[in-house]
């Protein structure tokens, strides 16, 4: 399977982006999907996902600024990024299948968002 994220880019604080995540080469529309982030010299952290029975999940830095979404019909994950702040800034990576809050199984190359004060 391939996951490939778009959307990515450089905003100012309070700005906003659109990141999607399109699938191929498998069928995930039984499993979970997310988004993950990893900041320079920090430890890749879960953003936000939607597991298999299609519970959402963020984490609390992004609380109320931030939407997944996802079409299962065209394999299409979408992660709204609102009120964006510097340390939003990060390589935001699509992640799929297996446990989606601890191991997925598949992995996006990742994209660049960068947020200037």
């Known amino acids: 399977g391939r996951l490939e994220e778009s959307g990515g880019g450089s905003v100012q604080a309070g700005g906003s982006l659109k990141l999607s995540c399109v699938g191929s080469?498998?069928?995930?529309?039984?499993?979970?999907m997310g988004w993950y982030r990893q900041a320079p010299g920090k430890e890749r952290e879960r953003v936000a996902s939607?597991?298999?029975?299609?519970?959402?999940s963020y984490v609390d830095s992004v609380k109320g600024r931030f939407t997944i979404s996802r079409d299962r019909y065209i394999n299409t994950l979408y992660l709204q990024m609102n009120n964006l702040q510097t340390d939003d800034t990060a390589v935001y990576y699509c992640a799929s299948c297996g446990d989606i809050n601890q191991a997925p199984q598949y992995w996006g190359q990742g994209t660049q968002v960068t947020v200037s004060s």
């Open positions: 939607i597991d298999d029975y299609g519970a959402i």
């Open positions: 080469g498998f069928t995930f529309t039984n499993c979970g």
